[in-house]
């Protein structure tokens, strides 16, 4: 069964430091998302991406996150200088279509923050 | 804003007995709404969607069901089992905010051997 896959599983980095985290959606899914679970809090929306270019973002979404499809296989969220509160587990997901469609997750990427 | 609410937020069985978990949200504009499975420190698990026309979908011992008007849905669990125990999450599609999931906080769920 296609899976979306996510790297790496647990990533642990100093403030301050650059952190790309990666997603594989599955391949013949064209809507890209990233979502965020701080620990023991909700799921969050973070962004959506749809034919190479941002579709929406959420107010967490600063100027200190961004997402890319480098390569058409590729989907990743980028933070350039993480704080302490951007630790979380990261989830990404896609779907084939709009609103209508089931949507399918990856496992999640731990990042801590030290 | 749309709000996703779900009760119990924790809920401890034991085996073999059939199970509702709830899940309210405020707005009725919605595309859709997903149940998940997610197990501690993992990822979410897709069990059923039930699009906004529909007023209920069955997957083997799950079903869940829809009342778009109210604001709400259920997820009934037939003969529970120890590897059901996980946290369940709703999620609305909401047209207001972009075709975004909106989750609700979760039921944790144990069944007991």
């Known amino acids: 069964e296609p899976e979306v896959t996510q790297t790496p599983s647990h990533q642990v980095t100093q403030m301050g430091q650059e952190v790309i985290l990666r997603c594989v959606p599955i391949?013949?899914?064209?809507?890209f998302y990233w979502y965020r679970q701080i620990l023991g809090q909700k799921v969050e929306f973070l962004v959506s991406?749809?034919?190479?270019?941002?579709?929406?973002k959420s107010e967490i979404f600063d100027d200190q996150f961004s997402v890319e499809r480098p390569d058409g296989s590729n989907f990743t969220l980028k933070i350039r200088s993480t704080k302490l509160e951007d630790s979380a587990m990261y989830f990404c997901?896609?779907?084939?279509?709009?609103?209508?469609?089931?949507?399918?997750f990856g496992q999640g990427t731990r990042l801590t923050v030290v | 804003k749309q709000e996703v609410t779900q009760i119990p937020a924790a809920l401890s069985v034991p085996e073999g007995e059939n199970l509702v978990l709830n899940c309210s949200f405020t707005?009725?504009?919605?595309?859709?709404l997903q149940w998940f499975r997610q197990d501690p420190g993992k990822g979410l698990t897709s069990l059923l969607l039930?699009?906004?026309?529909?007023r209920e979908q069955t997957s083997g011992r799950l079903n869940a069901s829809l009342d778009k008007s109210s604001g709400r849905s259920t997820l009934y669990i037939a003969a529970s089992q120890p590897g059901d125990s996980a946290t369940y999450l709703c999620?609305?599609?909401?047209?207001?905010?972009?075709?975004?999931?909106?989750f609700g906080p979760g039921t944790r769920l144990s069944v007991l051997p």
């Open positions: 991406f749809y034919n190479n270019e941002i579709s929406e």
């Open positions: 999620a609305v599609r909401d047209d207001n905010y972009g075709q975004n999931f909106v």
């Open positions: 997901a896609s779907t084939r279509g709009p609103g209508n469609t089931e949507a399918f």
């Open positions: 707005d009725s504009a919605i595309y859709n």
């Open positions: 039930i699009q906004s026309s529909q």
């Open positions: 391949s013949n899914h064209l809507y």
